[in-house]
Structures are given as C-alpha cells and as structure tokens.
C-alpha cells in the first residue's frame, strides 16, 4: 500500500531534549516535506526537500533541521526544543514540482513541556 | 508563488451544492490549480488539479474561466462527512496552504 509514515505519532517532551521525527515514503518520490499546523493559523511548511541531499526551507524553518541522505526517508529534527514548537507536524511526499499531488502522513503530535 | 484568497467558513446542509471559489490574480502561466480536504487531525488529501476549463472527477468538480484569475471547487450533495477544511494551491515549489475555507455541512 502506499503511504508515507510518521514516527512517532505522539511525542511529549521537555525543552532542550534533542528528537528526531522520522518520515518514510514508499512510493519512490522525489519531493518531500514537513509541515506544522497550529490553530488559526493553517499548514505551515517548515522544510522540503526536492531530491537527495536536496533541501531548502520553507516558512519557518528556525529551531529545526532536516537530513535527506536516502529518497525514502526525511526526518525532521529539533536540536534543542521549546514549547513554541508544541504543534501538530506533517510530513508529505510527491512526484515532484509539477504534480502537485501530494500525500501526507498521519500526523505527529508533539508536546514541549 | 501565485497568492490565494478564499473564504475563511462557509456553511450548508446536507444534500446542497456547494461552491467554494479561489482568487488567484497574479497566477502565472504553467501553474496548475490544486484543491485539498483536510478533517481534524488528519493530514490533507488531495481533491483535484486543473489548468482550464472544468474537470470532473467521482468527489468534485473544479471550474476555471479563461483568464485563470479565480477557480471555483464545487461538492454536488454535500453531506455531513464533507465538513472539513477546503485548500486552494496554486503554482510550483514550496508548498503554502494558506488558512482555507471551513466547510460546515448541518443536517
């Protein structure tokens, strides 16, 4: 079946413990990125990624850092975290620029206390 | 990117139409137009793409005038599980949703 998956779904954390959420896809696509997603405010994208070893940031990539070292895998990575990156996170995979198809994961909830 | 602007809510009743219209005035050429569904706590998923002139598929169709300004989503006989929130993209690259539109279907 193809799908994207997000690891792990739920997360609670305290400020400064390093995570890593990980995000796989099986779909063989190039174009993967990570999104948050805060009440009155919409999908954000906070990186994306147009192939391996390809990346670039999105609309608020500050406090997080991405590696694409294998098409499949992009996960998303907060050094040091903050409350402020309490969110609900996900992560998308698609052929590439011109489709616009995109399919996303499950989510992953994430708590800084 | 070609900027979008959409409803922020809009509500109906089961068995209606629906129309969701999305200005997009400084669309460029090659972008296509993309619509998403997304309920609660759940990421979005594709509806349906267009260029020009209408496209249908088995969940919507998507109208599209000749000057590509504006698109128009339409849901035939909405039901209560078409509440959700509707995205309007347009263009390449980096992928911004946008707040959307809210969709309430009551019985």
């Known amino acids: 079946e193809a799908q994207v998956t997000q690891n792990p779904r739920y997360l609670i954390t305290v400020t400064g413990k390093k995570l890593t959420v990980t995000c796989s896809q099986n779909?063989?696509?190039?174009?993967m990125s990570w999104y948050r997603q805060d009440p009155g405010l919409g999908l954000r994208q906070i990186y994306y990624s147009m192939n391996v070893e390809v990346t670039d940031k999105g609309d608020v990539p500050e406090g997080y850092k991405v590696s694409r070292k294998e098409k499949r895998n992009f996960p998303l990575i907060l050094e040091s975290p903050s409350p402020n990156q309490t969110s609900l996170y996900f992560c998308?995979?698609?052929?590439?620029?011109?489709?616009?198809?995109?399919?996303f994961g499950p989510g992953t909830r994430l708590t800084v206390t | 990117l070609a900027k979008t602007t959409q409803p922020i809510s809009m509500d109906s009743y089961e068995g209606q139409e629906v129309n969701i219209t999305c200005s997009h005035n400084?669309?460029?050429?090659?972008?296509?137009i993309t619509w998403y569904q997304q309920f609660p706590s759940q990421g979005p998923r594709f509806i349906i793409q267009?260029?020009?002139t209408k496209v249908t598929n088995e969940v919507a169709s998507l109208f599209i005038p000749a000057d590509r300004k504006s698109s128009t989503l339409s849901l035939p006989r909405v039901s209560l599980s078409d509440t959700a929130v509707y995205y309007c993209l347009v263009g390449e690259g980096d992928m911004r949703f946008g707040a959307g539109t809210r969709l309430t279907v009551k019985p």
């Open positions: 998308a995979s698609s052929w590439g620029l011109t489709s616009y198809e995109q399919y």
């Open positions: 779909m063989n696509h190039e174009y």
């Open positions: 400084n669309i460029a050429t090659n972008d296509y």
């Open positions: 267009g260029y020009k």
